[in-house]
């Protein structure tokens, strides 16, 4: 079964905008992962951040974790047409697996 | 670096048939890991090895599927007597596993599997 659940289901903005996903989840994890998936690249790993963290950058993703309230958000600024895609967040189980959500639709209309 | 690659891309099967998905992992990597994505939901962990050794299985995994890691480079995913609801895509991922440290997942591009 899945671990989390991300929110919305389905965004779509236009280019330039920022987008913001959510995350919750049910268990203690050690990290969490951010990764997109496209038809022409598969699915790519974006971001990790430990659960000792509270906030890290990657060019354009920020990413935030709250642990007490086992969520997370990714932060897509000044999006463009290429970043539409699936996103999806995964927590890193004791036993050495991901376990990941439902994804969220993303749509950057140009 | 060539990626992870998974062979073939697409399979068409009948309901009964066999089918066996091959995934070649990043050379380095030690550790190598099946997923199963059905349309609109998330990748679902099936098994990892670490090496050549199996060291997990989910529950989703049931008697009809295998894998193997024979010399620890790459897997083979068997499924006997499929079902149309084995239709999915079957994910491999590899990784660099080092003591104590987070690891990132490197995924190959899916086999598609339709079973009519």
């Known amino acids: 079964s899945q671990q989390g659940e991300e929110d919305p289901q389905a965004l779509s903005i236009q280019e330039g905008e920022n987008a913001t996903m959510n995350c919750s989840y049910k268990?203690?994890?050690?990290?969490l992962q951010w990764y997109r998936q496209n038809s022409g690249r598969g699915l790519v790993h974006l971001i990790l951040?430990?659960?000792?963290?509270r906030e890290k950058h990657s060019g354009r993703l920020r990413v935030t974790l709250d642990t007490s309230k086992k969520s997370s958000s990714l932060l897509i600024t000044a999006s463009r047409a290429a970043d539409t895609a699936s996103y999806f967040c995964a927590t890193w189980q004791y036993g050495n697996k991901l376990v990941f959500g439902a994804g969220t639709i993303l749509r950057v209309k140009s | 670096d060539t990626g992870v690659s998974q062979d073939p891309r697409h399979k068409i099967t009948k309901r009964g048939q066999n089918v066996t998905f091959r995934c070649d992992p990043i050379s380095e990597h030690n550790r190598l890991y099946w997923y199963r994505q059905t349309l609109g939901q998330g990748p679902e962990f099936l098994t990892y090895?670490?090496?050549?050794?199996?060291?997990?299985k989910s529950r989703l995994l049931s008697d009809r599927f295998s894998a193997e890691r024979p010399k620890g480079s790459f897997s083979t995913l068997e499924i006997q007597r499929t079902e149309q609801g084995d239709s999915a895509m079957y994910l491999c991922?590899?990784?660099?596993?080092?003591?104590?440290?987070?690891?990132?997942?490197?995924f190959g591009p899916g086999t598609r599997l339709l079973v009519l």
């Open positions: 090895f670490q090496n050549e050794a199996q060291l997990e």
């Open positions: 991922a590899s990784s660099l596993a080092l003591a104590g440290g987070p690891e990132t997942q490197y």
């Open positions: 268990t203690s994890i050690n990290n």
């Open positions: 951040i430990r659960s000792n963290e």
